[in-house]
């Protein structure tokens, strides 16, 4: 078993999944996978459990959920599972290729060198996104910056999907008090990392927009993201975190 692992959450992935599988497995460095599906109609997880039960029956593991039931909580179910089969590394990605499975290994070597979190920044070094629309690109932008302005936070790409994480932050976060569910879960995280005191790292990557599937961006999820921010500030006001000490590595 690796000691590093990747977490792809799905919904009717079917056209991406078994590629993005096999391209985090082709990496130079050993990945294990872990689905997270909610019981996609279009059967991404038959497609997994073929490549599970004839290829990849050491390394790729799913974990099936009964429905959609939002993000944040596929997240939070797949970092327990984590967590439970003992993994050092655990790292977050999409797959629909809008993150690039070759810079896992670059988020990897961030938390090798002392990061407690590793974020996959479209913004660390300018505007790194492809085939978005402009628009797109700049809601996204400004809304990464009003996020950092209300938080606090010295972070480019506060809402960031594609984050590697050490198991230090994701055992001593409560991972149950996490309360988005939707792409403000991204948020959330990276606040309550940035408040109990872990070492937060932006690796520069460039984001693609997926060519294949359907986007889970909906306007609830961008309303979330808005107002939940001031609420979920307020909130940390009343709230002790205790301050964790750098890792030695």
Not at 105 to 119: N, R, W
Not at 126 to 144: E, I, Q
Not at 180 to 195: D, L
């Amino acid at each position: 078993m690796s000691k590093k692992i990747v977490i792809i959450p799905t919904y009717n992935e079917r056209e991406n999944i078994e590629e993005i599988i096999r391209a985090v497995f082709s990496l130079h460095q050993s990945f294990d996978v872990l689905i997270v599906d909610d019981n996609s109609p279009d059967g991404t997880a038959a497609i997994v459990k073929k490549l599970q039960q004839f290829e990849f029956k050491l390394n790729l593991h799913i974990l099936e959920r009964k429905e959609k039931n939002g993000l944040g909580t596929a997240y939070i179910d797949g970092f327990k599972w984590c967590l439970e089969e003992g993994y050092e590394y655990i790292f977050e990605m999409d797959a629909d290729f809008s993150h690039n499975p070759n810079d896992l290994p670059k988020l990897y070597e961030a938390l090798c060198e002392g990061a407690d979190v590793a974020i996959g920044s479209r913004y660390k070094t300018g505007v790194n996104v492809v085939n978005w629309p402009m628009s797109r690109v700049m809601m996204s932008y400004f809304a990464s910056s009003y996020v950092r302005f209300i938080t606090g936070m010295n972070i480019r790409d506060t809402t960031a999907g594609f984050v590697g994480y050490h198991r230090n932050v994701l055992s001593h976060i409560a991972l149950d008090n996490i309360k988005f569910r939707g792409y403000a879960f991204q948020i959330e995280m990276k606040f309550t990392a940035w408040k109990h005191g872990f070492a937060i790292e932006e690796v520069p990557i460039i984001f693609t927009d997926r060519t294949r599937g359907e986007s889970k961006i909906s306007n609830g999820i961008i309303q979330e993201a808005i107002g939940g921010v001031v609420s979920m500030k307020l909130k940390s006001l009343f709230k002790t975190y205790e301050k964790m000490h750098p890792r030695k590595n």
